[in-house]
């Protein structure tokens, strides 16, 4: 099987290169409005977003921020598939601006938008993020009542384009054979994720204000999204690429992937990461068949037993529809003019 993966240094506002609805599933977590490291990003699309900031109109600068983000949702309701899923990262802001403390509730501006233009909320997720603050409190400390709660969850959002599912022609082996485990299942569709914590991408060959701009969610996240929304041989959309997270995990996962990003120096540095990837793809292909093998060890010392057999492993599952999990690791990457290409073989796991 083979994947390919495209990356455009260019403004996400405008997804021309982008076919309409050529993308199963988008993976993404943008600039979150109010939050001071994108006051730049956000007043190069829209002086007057500067102007309100200077001015103190936190709310005018909020709306502003949010009207760019909106100009991408459109080109995300253009590109996806009738059915398709957009799963967006995104955290609220807190911030004072001119002498007024506040919470900026982007989770809630983003729902409504997508509401807007179609799309059906889904359940979302909340994953914590304990590294953000050792403080649980803002403001007078242990005096009340002017303390303010710090926030140290993001949200995951996730709609669906239409009121319908995608259809798969029955028995489809890329949908089977992307199955997961039953206990994978009781984790990754939890509406609260504790075991994932936030981390800062390492970038080694990046200058001081690019390492600035490379927070990004762990590689847990696009990949646990991709494996529930999407099967083998779909399209991954990222129009806030960055440090490439959701390439990295879409090609671990056997996914076609696409990323747009405006600096070219994120794109620069991510070539160094792709001879990393056939290493990284086995390591976590075999991490899920390892915590497999110790859920089943756990249920039989209680003293259940299994019914069913998987069929390209040796290990048994909870459900028939388990049977068919096929894992695939990428063996081999070539760097091409137009993106990558990955060979991807069948996971051997003995």
């Known amino acids: 099987m083979e994947t ?9 506002r405008d997804l021309s290169h ?19 490291m994108w006051d730049d990003l956000f007043t190069g699309l829209d002086p ?62 983003v729902l409504a938008a997508f509401e807007e233009r179609g799309f059906d909320p889904l359940p979302d997720v909340l994953w914590r993020k304990p590294a953000n603050s050792a403080a649980k409190f803002m403001g007078s400390g242990m005096i009340p009542p002017n303390a303010y709660v710090t926030l140290e969850h993001e949200y995951i959002l996730v709609f669906r384009k239409g009121d319908q599912r995608r259809a798969f022609e029955p028995g489809a082996d890329r949908r089977y054979e992307a199955a997961f485990f039953w206990e994978e299942r009781n984790r990754w569709f939890s509406d609260v994720w504790t075991e994932v914590t936030g981390e800062l991408q390492s ?44 390439t990295l995990a879409a090609m671990c996962a056997g996914r076609n992937s696409i990323g747009f990003e405006l600096e070219d120096a994120f794109l620069e540095v991510f070539d160094d990461r792709i001879d990393d990837v056939p290493a990284l793809s086995r390591s976590v292909g075999r991490t899920r068949l390892e915590r497999h093998r110790a859920f089943v060890e756990r249920r039989r010392e209680d003293g259940h037993a299994f019914e069913y057999e998987a069929d390209h492993y040796e290990t048994p599952v909870m459900t028939d529809m388990e049977r068919g999990i096929r894992l695939r690791e990428a063996r081999a990457i070539e760097n091409r003019d137009d993106g990558y290409l990955v060979e991807h073989d069948p996971l051997v796991f003995e």
């Open 203 to 246: 970038l080694e060959e990046a200058d001081d204000e690019l390492r600035e701009r490379s927070a990004a969610y762990p590689l847990e996240i696009p990949y646990r999204l991709i494996c529930m929304y999407s099967a083998y041989g779909d399209t991954v959309l990222d129009p806030f690429w960055g440090t490439g997270t959701t």
């Open 18 to 36: 982008v076919a309409d609805e050529s993308v199963e599933l988008v993976v993404t977590s943008p600039p979150y409005p109010m939050i001071e």
């Open 48 to 109: 007057a977003i500067g102007d309100a900031l200077d001015d103190g109109d936190g709310r005018a600068a909020f709306d502003g921020m949010h009207d760019q983000l909106g100009a991408v949702w459109d080109e995300l309701e253009r590109v996806l598939v009738d059915g398709g899923i957009a799963c967006i990262n995104v955290g609220d802001a807190t911030r004072s601006v001119d002498g007024s403390f506040r919470v900026y509730p982007n989770h809630a501006r």
């Open 4 to 12: 390919t993966h495209r990356v455009f240094a260019g403004d996400s």
